[in-house]
């Protein structure tokens, strides 16, 4: 691919200025992953954020039992005895340098730039400039944020809760970095208070696997663990989910799974280099040799069309059974634990071919092809991401996938099951510890036994319906305990006014970012510690816990003196405005002076906690229970694993249009940006591209450079994202992917998963248009 420029309107370059057309580059994309390049990556950011002493006495501690947990991906760790001495990714290391940076952001910042100053700013810009480091305020009509003490920032948002008329008009948002003792304490806050308002991140990436999985398996979680991948599994197949980039320390699991004899199919309507070959960074092989190939097999599956692939295999394997019984699946493990069988089979024994084929983009012959490694491989894992979890049919395809685990028996033993990959290091734990509207009763009772106060019943808002709430007038308050939510969620225009519609919105943060300045009448910023941080309290030096996305329980230790004498942990916060407003009724300054007073909590009301302050100290942790996993039972509302009938469809995408796909960018972890480049896709400079077919830009009549705009097409109108430079990139004919947050412009607020209510954001329907002259001229 040629070298190409283009000028992306609204991005900024480091220093807040606009980019000049030269700034954004382009060539041909990545076919390996990782190697020498990474590690330059990952010293070069860490010693400019850091410096050498403190990259040192940080990264030489991720992951480690003594260390603490990296504050990236929700990826699993080896054993004890099996870590590396850096046990971390490039992008690990970049997000614990991004945490621990010597920069800081202090109420002279504050002063010196106003609200309306800093909304010029892009995201990259805010949170490059360092750590928050006392409470600010931002009065009613005020232009600049100032300084205030915590008593008084405390006593603010106790007043403003305790004012409310209805407790219901607070909504509670939580990001999936908060620890397992934090997210306790913050959903025992909001319903003493009398809410279930508790959204979270989970409601915009994994929901729609906590949906499928909960309905046919009776558990919403993945049902493997990390040595079910390196140890045991045959095949291994990877679908809606970019590893190299999102998961980067997966790739040395998938090379011993490799080394051991494992396959490894990968579908993605984008060729990524995590699934080419893997140049370890810790071996010879990885250095200097040619590396590890992954992936086997590659399917270029359209936009959306994985839920076609999956009932295309199913038919396979139901044919090859029909014409020799007994050869393809495993019909004691059907009898004996599932329901729903012959609904499903008769459905799929209609379905058409030339139907599974074009919504899938897959020929028959190559999903068949498939179908014979799945028929060669004894235990089968299945992994995906938000590629899967965020269409109008998300929770159908997963259900479809359970089908095709539960066809041959690939529930409950070694080297087998479903692997939902979490993104965030404690989005698992945050909904374990109760973290999300609608928990169970049997949860409350537990949580009414242990406190004595009967919490709320009535289902609260999820994440959209909590900005349809603030958009309407329905919410008072707004807290987020972490997170960025004005960049992480839909419809970007509708939620930044959303916010706006609040009388006072409060957010608890290590550093500055866009839902800052998307603030309502009043605002607050409580600065918090980071992960990186020790934190003392008054029975002394306190850890925390995280589980992982294999459900494995462990503690995480900061290392680093915190960043200033201000900043308090998110424990202490939600415990001190506890007390603040209910008095010390609960124990909230018992649970502040010393986390083992809230782990033994959790361990009289979350089940699979029992000994948890003796257990989580041992090296590792421990994994919780999972019963389909550990003994084959379901508990579903018929005790039995269930098969379900869905029927496959896809997004229609009318002559002229294109379904649009978001995707990271190798130098991002979610809303937050390290840098412009994403080295894996060639790009350089910039975010603002749009990836196309060749034969779309041609059909389009355009040239791979061109500029344009995007307008998505929904039901409610159009939104239009201006200034894209369009890059020829091997996706599938009809599709195209754009990085996000800057195309959550383009997702309509009502377009959600059925079920999960879960932000479609990867597959809008969009036109592509010649940029407008005022892009051209930006």
Same mark, same amino acid.
């Given at each position: 691919?040629?070298?190409?420029?283009? /000028?992306?309107?609204?991005?900024?370059?480091?220093?807040?200025?606009?980019?000049?057309?030269?700034?954004?580059?382009?060539?041909?994309?990545?076919?390996?992953?990782?190697?020498?390049?990474?590690?330059?990556?990952?010293?070069?950011?860490?010693?400019?954020? #850091?410096?050498?002493?403190?990259?040192?006495?940080?990264?030489?501690?991720?992951?480690?039992?003594?260390?603490?947990?990296?504050?990236?991906?929700?990826?699993?760790?080896?054993?004890?005895?099996?870590? !590396?001495?850096?046990?971390?990714?490039? /992008?690990?290391? !970049?997000?614990?340098?991004?945490?621990?940076?010597?920069?800081?952001?202090?109420?002279?910042?504050?002063?010196?730039?106003?609200?309306?100053?800093?909304?010029?700013?892009?995201?990259?810009?805010?949170?490059?400039?360092?750590?928050?480091?006392?409470?600010?305020?931002?009065?009613?009509? =005020?232009?600049?944020?100032?300084?205030?003490?915590?008593?008084?920032?405390?006593?603010?948002?106790?007043?403003?809760?305790?004012?409310?008329?209805?407790?219901?008009?607070?909504?509670?948002?939580?990001?999936?970095?908060?620890?397992?003792?934090?997210?306790?304490?913050?959903?025992?806050?909001?319903?003493?208070?009398?809410?279930?308002?508790?959204?979270?991140?989970?409601?915009?990436?994994?929901?729609?696997?906590?949906?499928?999985?909960?309905?046919?398996?009776?558990?919403?979680?993945?049902?493997?663990?990390?040595?079910?991948?390196?140890?045991?599994?045959? @095949?291994?197949?990877?679908?809606?989910?970019?590893?190299?980039?999102?998961?980067?320390?997966?790739?040395?699991? @998938?090379?011993?799974?490799?080394?051991?004899?494992?396959?490894?199919?990968?579908?993605?309507?984008?060729?990524?280099?995590?699934?080419?070959?893997?140049?370890?960074?810790?071996?010879?092989?990885?250095?200097?040799?040619?590396?590890?190939?992954?992936?086997?097999?590659?399917?270029?599956?359209?936009?959306?069309?994985?839920?076609?692939?999956?009932?295309?295999?199913?038919?396979?394997?139901?044919?090859?059974?029909?014409?020799?019984?007994?050869?393809?699946?495993?019909?004691?493990?059907?009898?004996?634990?599932?329901?729903?069988?012959?609904?499903?089979?008769?459905?799929?024994?209609?379905?058409?071919?030339?139907?599974?084929?074009?919504?899938?983009?897959?020929?028959?012959?190559?999903?068949?092809?498939?179908?014979?490694?799945?028929?060669?491989?004894?235990? $089968?894992?299945?992994?995906?991401?938000?590629?899967?979890?965020?269409?109008?049919?998300?929770?159908?395809?997963?259900?479809?996938? $359970?089908?095709?685990?539960?066809?041959?028996? /690939?529930?409950?033993?070694?080297?087998?099951?479903?692997?939902?990959?979490?993104?965030?290091? /404690?989005?698992?734990?945050?909904?374990?510890?109760?973290?999300?509207?609608?928990?169970?009763?049997?949860?409350?009772?537990?949580?009414?036994?242990?406190?004595?106060?009967?919490?709320?019943?009535?289902?609260?808002?999820?994440?959209?319906?909590?900005?349809?709430?603030?958009?309407?007038?329905?919410?008072?308050?707004? &807290?987020?305990?972490?997170?960025?939510?004005?960049? =992480?969620?839909?419809?970007?225009?509708?939620?930044?006014?959303?916010?706006?519609?609040?009388?006072?919105?409060?957010?608890?943060?290590?550093?500055?970012?866009?839902?800052?300045?998307?603030?309502?009448?009043?605002?607050?910023?409580?600065?918090?510690?980071?992960?990186?941080?020790?934190?003392?309290?008054?029975?002394?030096?306190?850890? $925390?816990?995280?589980?992982?996305? #294999?459900?494995?329980?462990?503690?995480?230790?900061?290392? @680093?003196?915190?960043?200033?004498?201000?900043?308090?942990?998110?424990?202490?916060?939600?415990?001190?405005?506890?007390?603040?407003?209910?008095?010390?009724?609960?124990?909230?300054?018992?649970?502040?002076?010393?986390?083992?007073? &809230?782990?033994?909590?959790?361990?009289?009301?979350?089940?699979?906690?029992?000994?948890?302050?003796?257990?989580?100290?041992?090296?590792?942790?421990?994994?919780?229970?999972?019963?389909?996993?550990?003994?084959?039972?379901?508990?579903?509302?018929?005790?039995?694993?269930?098969?379900?009938?869905?029927?496959?469809?896809?997004?229609?995408?009318?002559?002229?249009?294109?379904?649009?796909?978001?995707?990271?960018?190798?130098?991002?972890?979610?809303?937050?940006?390290?840098?412009?480049?994403?080295?894996?896709?060639?790009? !350089?400079?910039?975010?603002?591209?749009?990836?196309?077919?060749?034969?779309?830009?041609?059909?389009?009549?355009?040239?791979?450079?061109?500029?344009?705009?995007?307008?998505?097409?929904?039901?409610?109108?159009?939104?239009?994202?201006?200034?894209?430079?369009?890059?020829?990139?091997?996706?599938?004919?009809?599709?195209?992917?754009?990085?996000?947050?800057?195309?959550?412009?383009?997702?309509?607020?009502?377009?959600? =998963?059925?079920?999960?209510?879960?932000?479609?954001?990867?597959?809008?329907?969009?036109?592509?248009?010649? =940029?407008?002259?005022?892009?051209?001229?930006?």
């Amino acid at each position: 691919m040629a070298e190409q420029t283009s /000028n992306p309107r609204g991005t900024h370059t480091s220093d807040g200025g606009p980019a000049s057309i030269s700034d954004v580059t382009s060539s041909s994309p990545k076919k390996s992953s990782v190697g020498l390049h990474g590690i330059a990556e990952s010293a070069r950011y860490s010693l400019a954020e #850091m410096g050498p002493r403190r990259s040192l006495l940080t990264l030489l501690s991720v992951n480690h039992v003594d260390g603490f947990d990296c504050p990236s991906c929700a990826w699993g760790d080896p054993e004890p005895g099996h870590r !590396k001495t850096a046990e971390f990714c490039e /992008n690990g290391a !970049k997000a614990v340098a991004w945490e621990a940076t010597r920069k800081r952001v202090d109420a002279a910042f504050f002063a010196e730039h106003s609200i309306a100053d800093l909304r010029e700013r892009d995201g990259h810009w805010l949170e490059a400039q360092g750590r928050l480091t006392q409470p600010m305020y931002l009065a009613p009509g =005020a232009t600049h944020y100032a300084p205030l003490t915590w008593d008084d920032a405390l006593t603010r948002v106790a007043d403003s809760l305790r004012g409310l008329g209805d407790p219901n008009r607070a909504v509670f948002y939580t990001s999936g970095r908060t620890s397992n003792e934090a997210a306790f304490l913050y959903q025992l806050l909001a319903r003493r208070l009398g809410t279930n308002n508790l959204p979270d991140c989970s409601n915009l990436c994994h929901e729609s696997s906590g949906a499928a999985l909960a309905e046919t398996l009776g558990v919403g979680k993945g049902l493997i663990s990390y040595g079910d991948i390196t140890d045991h599994a045959d @095949l291994i197949i990877i679908v809606g989910q970019n590893p190299g980039t999102c998961h980067p320390r997966m790739l040395t699991a @998938l090379e011993e799974a490799k080394q051991r004899g494992a396959r490894i199919i990968a579908a993605n309507p984008l060729p990524e280099a995590g699934f080419g070959r893997f140049h370890n960074p810790q071996t010879a092989r990885g250095l200097v040799g040619p590396g590890t190939k992954l992936a086997d097999r590659y399917l270029p599956v359209r936009v959306n069309g994985d839920l076609a692939l999956f009932a295309g295999l199913n038919r396979a394997l139901l044919d090859q059974e029909d014409a020799r019984p007994g050869s393809a699946l495993d019909h004691d493990f059907i009898d004996r634990y599932c329901d729903g069988f012959e609904e499903a089979a008769a459905a799929w024994r209609t379905l058409d071919w030339a139907r599974i084929e074009t919504l899938s983009g897959l020929s028959r012959r190559r999903i068949e092809s498939c179908a014979a490694d799945v028929l060669a491989a004894d235990s $089968v894992i299945v992994c995906w991401a938000m590629g899967l979890t965020q269409h109008r049919n998300a929770v159908a395809t997963i259900r479809e996938i $359970v089908n095709f685990l539960l066809l041959r028996g /690939n529930i409950g033993r070694p080297g087998a099951g479903p692997a939902p990959i979490r993104g965030h290091s /404690n989005v698992q734990g945050d909904r374990t510890m109760g973290i999300w509207e609608k928990m169970p009763d049997a949860f409350l009772d537990k949580l009414r036994g242990e406190f004595g106060f009967d919490p709320p019943r009535a289902h609260g808002l999820d994440t959209v319906d909590s900005i349809r709430a603030m958009r309407d007038g329905g919410i008072d308050v707004f &807290i987020g305990l972490g997170g960025n939510f004005a960049a =992480a969620t839909p419809d970007t225009e509708v939620t930044e006014a959303a916010l706006a519609n609040c009388a006072l919105t409060v957010h608890v943060a290590t550093k500055l970012n866009r839902s800052h300045l998307c603030h309502g009448t009043e605002a607050l910023l409580l600065p918090c510690l980071g992960r990186t941080e020790r934190d003392e309290q008054a029975s002394g030096e306190q850890f $925390v816990t995280v589980e992982d996305t #294999m459900a494995m329980v462990h503690a995480s230790r900061g290392r @680093l003196r915190p960043g200033t004498q201000h900043l308090r942990s998110e424990v202490a916060i939600i415990a001190d405005l506890g007390h603040a407003l209910f008095g010390d009724e609960l124990g909230w300054r018992a649970m502040r002076d010393d986390y083992a007073v &809230i782990r033994r909590h959790i361990e009289h009301v979350v089940p699979g906690f029992h000994a948890f302050e003796q257990r989580v100290q041992q090296p590792g942790g421990f994994m919780l229970p999972r019963g389909p996993r550990d003994s084959r039972t379901f508990p579903t509302e018929t005790g039995k694993a269930r098969f379900t009938v869905n029927a496959p469809t896809a997004t229609e995408v009318p002559p002229g249009h294109l379904l649009l796909t978001t995707v990271r960018s190798h130098d991002q972890f979610n809303t937050t940006i390290y840098g412009l480049d994403d080295r894996y896709r060639g790009i !350089k400079g910039g975010r603002r591209v749009v990836f196309l077919n060749r034969d779309d830009l041609r059909g389009l009549h355009l040239r791979d450079g061109d500029l344009v705009d995007l307008i998505s097409v929904n039901p409610d109108g159009e939104r239009r994202a201006p200034g894209f430079r369009a890059v020829r990139y091997p996706t599938p004919r009809g599709c195209a992917a754009a990085y996000y947050p800057e195309t959550n412009v383009l997702v309509a607020l009502d377009a959600t =998963a059925e079920i999960s209510n879960t932000p479609a954001t990867k597959s809008i329907l969009i036109r592509v248009e010649r =940029a407008s002259a005022t892009a051209r001229r930006s």
